[in-house]
Structure formats: C-alpha cells, structure tokens
C-alpha cells in the first residue's frame, strides 16, 4: 500500500504533467495562464509530500490551525484545526509547507527556488489582467516555468529518487508557436508592468550566478541546423548474459528513513532542553546508526557499490535519544 506522501507526489506529478501537455500544444490560446496555475498547484502537492514524508504521514502535519475562541470571545492558546466552508479541514499553503520544510525540519532549499515560485505565484495570481499576445509576458512566463521544471526534477530527485525518469521535463521554445520578427505590439497595462517589475528585481539578484540546478529563469536559445545522415549516435543492444545488470532495489527506502543528518540535528534542537550538536550527541548518532531500526545507508549512485554513501533515519530513533536527553 502506497504511503500517503507516494499518493500526494503522484498527484503532484500528474499536474506538472499535465501543465506541460497544455504549454506544449501547439494552439492553446490560455496557455501561460494555465501553465503557471498547474505549475503552483503540482509544486504545492510537492511541498506537502515532502512535509508528510518527514512527518511519518501524519496528516495532521498538513492541516491549518487557528487558536481556538473562548465563550469569553477570548483566544485560547491551544490551537484547533482550522476548517473550511463545508467542514472539512483546511490544508497549509505552498509557502507555509516550505516554511515547514525548511524551518520546523531544517531541510536545506536553494534558495533561488523560493524566488521562482514568488515570481510564477505572482504570474498566477495576476494572469486574469494578462494579454496573451504580448511577448515580454510570454517569454518571461516561459524562462520561470523553465527553470521551475529544473527546481522541480532536482528536488523530487533528491527527495523521493529517480520517479521521473521516464518523462520529458521541457517546455517547447516560443520559437515553435510564433513569429518574433513579425509580431505585432501590445502595450502592457500597470498590473503586467508591475508584475515584469517585481521579476526583474528578482532577477537581478541572482545576475551574477552561473547555470546551476537550481535557477531563477531559463532561456531557450534554438536555432535549426540541417543534420548530414552520418551525425547520429550508434545505439547497440545486447542479449549477452555477461552485461552488467543494473537492478535499483530502494525504492521505498525514502519512505522509511526520510531524515537526512541535518533534519535529525534540527528536529533534536526542537525537541530537546539544552540540546547541542556537541560530541555527546554524535557519539550516541553514530552508536544508533548501527541498528537498521533507526538508520540506513543508502549508496548515491546505487548502479555503483562503490560510490559514496549518506545515511537516512527513522524518527524512531528518538526513542533511544530521550534516554539521554530531556524533552520540552
């Protein structure tokens, strides 16, 4: 049975997919508009994946809460769940979930990708006021959902494994949909002004970067050249049974063991009066490392048994650190 984190990054995937297939038709009259709501949505999924990932799949990691109100009118200090129109309980939003991620676990972001998502979260709140006709909104709409893709692959990669191997992550050049050399001039209101405003402040922070895996905006530059018959790469196929068999075997492994060192040491911090990332605490680390209860080592390049090694844990480690620490 699939972990409530695995469904929500399904869910997560299927919109980003879908946000692609839309980008890429080749007549969609809505089609930044669209992309960057699907591009939101499938980064919002993520984000909440991940905080269900590092909460053992407690749903309650999720939810919205509010301070609960007193007969007096008064705010209680103990928190309810907060609760929509219909009853149902309310889930954190795209940046709450980040906060979460990053503050409450300690799990490190580029930061260039909260930047991203600012920018294409800006794009989808406005994109009622866009022209579509207008290039400098539809290339830059096209350099941010570029790089978010990248953001996305390289995080989803390094957070649940290599689950998008098998698909396309691209957008299709403008360069296929339209005529730059003959389009025709739109004059931009105020609110897509400000809009271009607000990413070219953004931009400029991050001028001086080189290309990374993690980036701002991304452009595509394509020029067509005629391919003679003998360029293309020779592909060979084997049925020897001498080949070297790569077989991946982990793959709810990040299911189990979500912690890296660096959410272990901050959830500590939390939870622990006093607590200091000191001898002690990587002495009794290293001593419960040895017990597959608590932590694994995974290979990062699992084709290779001699590549690198990380070690993940289970928060079921905590068990043997209140024996040694006092809990707030």
């Known amino acids: 049975m699939k972990s409530r984190s695995r469904l929500m990054l399904e869910k997560s995937i299927a919109a ?9 038709k080749p007549d969609f009259k809505y089609r930044e508009e669209t992309f960057s709501v699907l591009c939101i949505n499938s980064w919002e999924l993520l984000l909440k994946a991940q905080v269900l990932h590092l909460s053992s799949n407690k749903l309650s990691s999720i939810y919205k809460t509010e301070l609960k109100t007193l007969k007096s009118g ?8 907060k609760k929509n129109r219909s009853g149902n309980a309310m889930s954190i939003n ?3 979930a980040y906060n ?7 799990l490190k972001i580029n930061k260039v990708v909260y930047e991203n998502l600012l920018a294409l979260t800006e794009i989808r709140d406005n994109s009622i006021h866009f022209i579509n006709d207008d290039f400098t909104i539809a290339i830059k ?7 978010a893709l990248q953001n996305y692959l390289h995080l989803v990669n390094e957070w649940f494994g290599n ?24 004059i931009l209101n105020n609110s897509e002004k400000n809009v271009l405003d ?3 402040k953004s931009e400029q922070k991050y001028d001086d970067n080189d290309f990374s895996d993690y980036n701002l905006t991304l452009r595509i530059d394509l020029k067509f050249q005629k391919v003679k018959s003998t360029s293309g790469l020779p592909v060979i196929i084997t049925n020897d049974p001498a080949a070297t068999v790569v077989q991946l075997s982990e793959e709810d492994i990040s299911d189990k063991y979500p912690w890296n060192y660096d959410v272990l040491s901050t959830r500590c911090i939390k939870r622990y009066v006093e607590f200091k990332v000191n001898k002690k605490y ?6 419960f490392e040895s017990d597959q209860r608590y932590a694994y080592q995974r290979l990062l390049d699992p084709s290779n048994p001699n590549s690198s090694k990380k070690t993940f844990y289970n928060a079921n480690i905590f068990k043997e650190f209140d024996k040694y620490y006092e809990k707030k």
């Not at 979460?100 to 300690?106: L, P």
């Not at 990587?282 to 001593?287: A, G, M, V």
Request: aromatic fraction near 14%; proline fraction near 1%; charge should be positive.
């Open 16 to 24: 980003i997919l879908s946000a692609i297939e839309i980008y890429n």
């Open 74 to 81: 008064n705010k209680s200090t103990s928190k309810s769940i």
């Open 94 to 96: 795209l940046f709450e």
């Open 100 to 106: 979460v991620i990053t503050n409450d676990f300690g």
């Open 141 to 147: 709409i096209q350099e941010l959902g570029t790089a």
């Open 163 to 186: 689950v998008l191997a098998k698909y396309n992550f691209y957008l299709m050049p403008i360069s296929f949909f339209r005529d730059f050399q003959n389009a025709s001039g739109t």
């Open 198 to 200: 607000y990413i070219k």
């Open 282 to 287: 990587h002495d009794l680390r290293k001593q």
